[in-house]
């Protein structure tokens, strides 16, 4: 017994070891320097056993090693790369878009819900976002604003209405916010208020960070083998809610005459419209249950980071009063310009609120990292490194926001820096290419509503905590902790 014991852990230490070595070779054959803390595990060793974020191990890697042009990490099966130079992440997300079209996650067959634009690849993914965009057009947007301005609207009742939100959990706060703003985006809205939907309760609940999503997550990214052979799904648990209340709503709505503008009008719109088919003949039957997997990502994909981004705005003008009063009194202008009104048009004359939006998302990118799939050998420009099929890639964000190099004195706060397109090479706060984030218009949009009508009501004041800001531990996004807002009613 005990022989047998020490033969399988011995067999397993001398597979982790040649596997180790194996990695290790391998980059070095195609020229990349490789991260040798942990030959087999990378960089996920450490977020597993530490509580910080995974972009934040990914930076202390950019820092180390400045001029790399990009480095492999371990995994299980799968090479990884983790590309730092700014040219070489420019051609993995857009130049040479071709051979990085997926994003890497996997998923396995039958998991309804990660069947969505986020996960999706190849033709699937192309004429899935292709029929999906129409949604976040700026004439779809300008329809859809009365539900945005109602769920901000809603907003500030509720925190007027709820003082012990006034400087504890704001990240919470602002969190259940977008949850209730999207679900009214997504189902569509009543005269009642956006925080008494009956799917409020049950989608925050869904979203929240557990161990076990951590680590389905980690082994999907560095064991996909194990991943599809355990037939994992993602998010199991919320499948009955969310392909249930699609059905409901959809069903409801093809007895409605009137056009509501939100996302369900379009899903009646896409199964009115029939198979869906690209030009090569490849067809996709948008089923309720397709359907569902589009609106879930609305939640996976929108939440967390359109509340980061208002978290991000509201730390940087709570500690910057003269900056916050210029971005007021703009509010206060455009909102006396416009008869009284916050419109569509009022929110995008709003030019010095959209700098500081920018400069917040600078310095706290909501996403820290972005990921994609090799999908056809190639080489990345800088460096001559040979990617092969099949690669998974980790690409810098949060590390070029706050590299000096590209950002003067990245870590002031500065909205009159130039943050406009053509800085996109190092400024990527909505990703980049043909897979940047669909909703971005849509969580702008969301967001400097919430800002405008929140800042019109209440006085602010950034109240950092006992050992100052710092990251939770999560997957791809930046969590800001130990530091919340105070929220002072104006007369
Ligand atoms: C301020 C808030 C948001 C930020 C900062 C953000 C950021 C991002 C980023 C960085 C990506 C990856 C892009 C890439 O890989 O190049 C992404 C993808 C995506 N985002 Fe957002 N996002 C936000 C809000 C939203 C919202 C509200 C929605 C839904 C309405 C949404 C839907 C998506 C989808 C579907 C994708 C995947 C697109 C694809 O793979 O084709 N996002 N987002
Ligand atoms: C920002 O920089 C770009 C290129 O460096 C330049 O073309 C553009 O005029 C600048 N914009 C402003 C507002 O300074
Ligand atoms: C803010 O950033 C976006 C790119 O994300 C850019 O198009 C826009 O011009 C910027 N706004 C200002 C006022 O610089």
Not at 98 to 121: K, P, Q, T, W
Request: proline content about 4%.
């Amino acid at each position: 017994m005990i022989v047998l014991l020490l033969l399988s852990i011995s067999l397993i230490l001398i597979y982790v070891y040649l596997n180790g070595k194996y990695n290790e070779n391998y980059w070095k054959e195609r020229g990349a320097k490789f991260y040798e803390v942990n030959k087999v595990l990378g960089p996920f060793w450490e977020f597993l056993i530490s509580d910080r974020p995974l972009f934040q191990i990914f930076h202390d890697i950019y820092k180390k090693h400045p001029n790399e042009p990009a480095i492999g990490i371990g995994t299980f099966f799968t090479p990884s790369l983790y590309v730092t130079d700014a040219k070489n992440v420019h051609a993995v997300m857009q130049t040479d878009f071709v051979s990085f079209s997926e994003r890497g996650f996997e998923m396995n067959e039958g998991d309804l819900l990660a069947d969505n634009i986020l996960f999706m690849g190849g033709k699937r993914w192309k004429l899935m976002r292709q029929n999906m965009t129409p949604l976040f057009t700026a004439a779809k947007l300008k329809n859809m604003y009365y539900i945005i301005d109602k769920s901000a609207l809603d907003f500030v009742e509720h925190l007027k209405n709820n003082p012990e939100k006034w400087r504890r959990n704001t990240f919470d706060t602002l969190s259940t916010f977008c949850c209730a703003a999207i679900g009214g985006a997504v189902f569509g809205i009543g005269s009642e208020s956006t925080y008494d939907s009956p799917f409020l309760e049950i989608t925050r609940a869904a979203f929240r960070p557990t161990l076990w999503s951590n680590i389905r997550f980690s082994l999907s990214n560095l064991c996909t083998p194990l991943f599809k052979l355990l037939g994992l799904k993602l998010f199991s648990e919320h499948e009955e809610f969310f392909i249930g209340a699609i059905k409901q709503v959809l069903r409801k709505r093809e007895q409605e005459k009137v056009k509501r503008h939100d996302f369900a009008d379009i899903c009646i719109q896409i199964q009115k419209n029939g198979v869906m088919r690209d030009e090569s003949g490849y067809e996709l039957l948008p089923s309720d249950e397709l359907l569902a997997a589009q609106a879930f990502f609305f939640f996976t994909a929108g939440v967390e980071p359109t509340a980061t981004a208002i978290f991000a705005v509201l730390i940087q003008l709570g500690k910057h009063p003269n900056i916050l009063k210029q971005v007021v009194q703009e509010i206060e202008d455009v909102y006396n310009k416009y008869n009284a009104q916050l419109s569509y048009d009022a929110i995008g004359e709003m030019e010095y609120l959209d700098k500081v939006f920018n400069e917040s998302l600078r310095i706290f990118p909501p996403i820290g990292f972005l990921t994609r799939k090799c999908v056809r050998d190639t080489v990345l420009p800088v460096g001559n490194i040979k990617v092969a099929k099949g690669t998974k890639m980790y690409t810098a964000v949060y590390e070029l926001h706050h590299d000096s190099r590209y950002h003067e004195n990245p870590e002031m706060f500065d909205p009159e820096r130039n943050l406009t397109d053509q800085k996109s090479e190092t400024y990527l706060p909505f990703g980049k290419g043909g897979r940047i984030c669909i909703g971005a218009r849509y969580a702008k949009l969301q967001a400097k509503a919430a800002l405008a009508h929140v800042l019109r009501s209440f006085d602010i004041k950034t109240v950092e905590h006992k050992g100052g800001l710092r990251f939770g531990k999560d997957q791809v996004q930046l969590r800001m902790k130990n530091v919340d807002i105070e929220f002072i009613p104006r007369n």
